[in-house]
């Protein structure tokens, strides 16, 4: 109960319905406060308990400084914790294994329970392994099954087992897409009381809820562990970037391509660890669908959140989900209630301004490997040109190859000024490698029993996937795909036989909306048949790609490319054979399989021939702004919603048919090679053991800019002969079963093996070899060794471990393993430029210090190569109950010079102090939880 030091408590009558509330306007100054603040100053009046929540912290928002660098600490209580299954499952084999940890040291382990509500989608574990048939869904579901019965009766066990604990079962949807449809509730219930939804996810795009107004954002598996146990999230009151929106966007321009020019525009103003709030005229004009859009991709620019307040729209988006009236009514009633209804005249004070007339939006994608590089559609086949050189090995293309001349109209790269078929067959490729954007070219001649003979080259597009709930949630580009693959079809044009197609969307209310709307048989016709309901492609579930295809491209170093509508697109992310990605709208995805490559300009060349034998551009298959919105009115409706979500947690026969073990702990099986009890308490003591400086360390990587915690923990397959698929073939596990690194995250024995395991990994230990690999410095001479095979003999002879890199270190994904996987290893500290927000906590989670090289200053820069002993000295100040602003850094080279700099320490709250002193966040709490 907050001790309620304002007299902000009080009554909200809505209707029939009473319900006690901490009213805003009892403390002078709120009113002033952005949207986003204004849901913080709530929460903070409702849990202050005078000791970690005080009258301080309140008035400090009230009285917040727009101007001011964050300095001040708050704990922030969320309202409910969601979560996916790949960063769920080790969250419930943590809370089980803390379970028998608490009993150990004494304790009541059915403490170990949820505090706040927490809900989990199981939707990142289908492959797509069928595609292009009509089964496709069904035998993928089967698949999964198979692969992850062993995790799935865990969680049915932890469904059980714990309170407020609720699972929405595979095949349903997409973990952020049901939230917004179903989930999110804008304003809250509980106990009498009603607040704002706010809501902390294991997943970064969490934030897609910001659309709805509610505030939340993703974190590690590690903090909301700790958020489900009733732990505060520690914060610094942020700065608040206030993000006008103007005007209307244009026919042809999609939600999509005003998504990529906020990412691009919010990438380069810099809002890293900031809130993004929507505000200004233009906001009435957006729909939810765009909002939540654009909320999604907040981690892509780099943002906390990037949040919508309440009005009229979220209203209307309620009511067509299926929400009750009450809620309806409460939701509106609250937000006038609190100052939180958008007031279009209304300007708030934030601390930094932008601003986007939506007319001036152009059509983008957004590649190679980065969501933020966003490419013109117009200007996309010479990106594409001067890109491809950066992954293909110059002149050693061939000029000219031998090919059959029946198959001319297949080659992917035909340009009438480049290409011409000489008496002998033979093709010659007048431009290859030549002018700035000539581009090397290798035609290949490839025959499948299934697809036909083709010729593939260079920026072959081989996957086009409709995926994530980026845009699968987002009707109006769904709707819009659909129609221009009806268009498409009535034109007599189909998908290039190299493509992988895919259609996974977010909810099975899109497949209900394409039914009605008659699409369904059209986007069939050009190979997109629903795969699953799942991330799929976006997460790097692409599956294989067809045996001759990939057989092709890896045994002639082919650059193919992958287009796709999700929101990442990182190097090796979404498939080992893919080098080049990029993200698209929807429509553009369906264009791109009919174009079959990215050497593609849609202005000046066509997709085909009609039937008439006339040329089809995109302009001519694309569908009016007009005919989108009259399809979604007339094939949209509550009732859909509604039914989808009748039973959301009962599941199919193959979930409920699932023999689930019981018990309040979990028996643990040891020959699992999905699910293992965790080691991070193992040999735990009640009280702490002081923190130690670390010396005589050794480099385990050095990593340039832009790793991701793609890069530190890959999600994908898990390749043969790597240290992951040697500890599964001892297990007796068949390659056909490996199944992915997401999908064993309940095994830390796997997980382990795969941190660092990327295979586009570039460590700088060595030359020009990616993958898993680093030198052994325990060896004479340093060998080449697989990174996880290193660390076993530095943890043999005691020596700890260092990892260098370069700017926004840990960027991507909220994953836990990332850091977990870190710590394993022997890591004691990761040295950088710069760190993503998340990935810095959860380092300190798991109790290794994250430090920045001085202002300016890199590895490079300094004259590091990695092949120095590290002492870092400063860290036991800590023990005193202070945080060192540096630490003194000395790098020991092997001829004995050295190179000293002082590291920032990036400890940037009390409470992640606390956390760092007890070893991690878990090891804290589990610790409160015995002594309270």
Known sequence: MSINSFGARGTLEVGDNSYEIFRLSSVPGTEKLPYSLKVLAENLLRTEDGANITKDHIEAIANWDPSADPSIEIQFTPARV?????????????????????????????????????????????????????????????????RNGERYQFLRWGQGAFDDFKVV???????????????????????????????????????????????????????????????????????????????????????????????????????????????????????????????????EFGSTCAIFPIDGETINYLRLTGRDDEQLAL?????????????????????????????????????????????????????????????????????????????????PASDPAALSFADDGAVNVQSAANGAEGRPTKPIKVVSADRGEFILDHGAVAVAGITSCTNTSNPSVMIGAGLLARNAVEKGLTSKPWVKTNMAPGSQVVTDYYEKAGLWPYLEKLGFYLGGYGCTTCIGNTGPLPEEISKAVNENDLTVTAVLSGNRNFEGRISPDVKMNYLASPPLVIAYALAGTMDFDFESQALGQDTDGNDVFLKDIWPSAQEIDDTIKTAISQDMFRKSYADVFKGDERWQNLETPAGDTFAWDVNSTYVRKAPYFDGMSLETS??????????????????????????????????????LDSHGVERKDYNSLGSRRGNHEVMIRGTFANIRLQNQLLDGVSGGYTRDFTQDGGPQSFIYDASVNYKEAGIPLVVLGGKEYGSGSSRDWAAKGTVLLGVKAVITESFERIHRSNLIGMGVVPLQFPAGESAKSLGLDGTEVFDIVGIEELNEGKTPKTVKVTATKEDGSKVEFDAVVRIDTPGEADYYRNGGILQYVLRNMINS
């Not at 004494?106 to 069928?130: F, R, T």
């Not at 050794?698 to 994908?716: E, M, Y």
């Open 169 to 299: 079962p595979p095949g349903t949807g997409i973990v952020h897409q049901v939230n917004i449809e179903y989930l999110a509730r804008s304003i809250m219930v509980r106990n009498g009381q009603a607040y704002p939804d706010t809501c902390v996810g294991t997943d970064s795009h969490t934030t897609m809820e910001n659309g709805l107004g509610v505030l939340g954002w993703g974190v590690g598996g590690i903090e909301a562990e700790a958020a489900m146990l009733g732990q505060p999230v520690s914060m610094l009151i942020p700065r608040v970037v206030g993000f006008k929106l103007t005007g209307e966007i244009n026919p042809g321009v999609t939600a999509t391509d005003v998504v990529l020019t906020v990412t691009d525009m919010l990438r380069q103003h810099g809002v890293v660890g900031k809130f993004v709030e929507f505000y200004g005229k233009g906001v009435a004009e957006v729909p939810l669908a765009n909002r939540a859009t654009l909320g999604n991709m907040s981690p």
């Open 82 to 146: 969601l979560m996916q299954d790949f960063t769920g499952v080790p969250c419930v084999v943590d809370l089980a294994t803390m379970r028998e940890a608490v009993a150990a040291l004494g304790g009541d382990p059915n403490k170990v329970n949820p505090l706040s509500p927490a809900e989990m989608v199981i939707d990142h574990s289908v492959i797509l392994d069928v595609f292009g048939t009509a089964d496709a869904f069904e035998r993928n579901v089967e698949l999964e099954y198979q």
């Open 331 to 411: 939701v509106e009633a609250y937000a006038k209630e609190q100052g939180m209804w958008h007031d279009p005249e209304r300007e708030p004070s934030f601390s930094e301004y932008l601003e986007l007339d939506l007319s001036t939006v152009v059509p983008s994608i957004a590649g190679p490997k980065r969501p933020q590089d966003r490419i013109l559609l117009s200007e996309s086949k010479v990106a594409f040109r001067k890109d491809i050189h950066n992954y293909v090995e110059e002149g050693l293309t061939p000029a000219h190859t031998q090919l059959d001349e029946a198959v001319e109209e297949s080659f």
């Open 690 to 727: 002081p923190v130690s400086d670390i010396k005589g360390a050794r480099v385990l990587a050095l990593l340039g800019d832009s790793v991701t915690t793609d890069h530190i923990s890959p999600a994908g397959p898990i390749k043969p002969g790597t240290p992951a698929a040697q500890y």
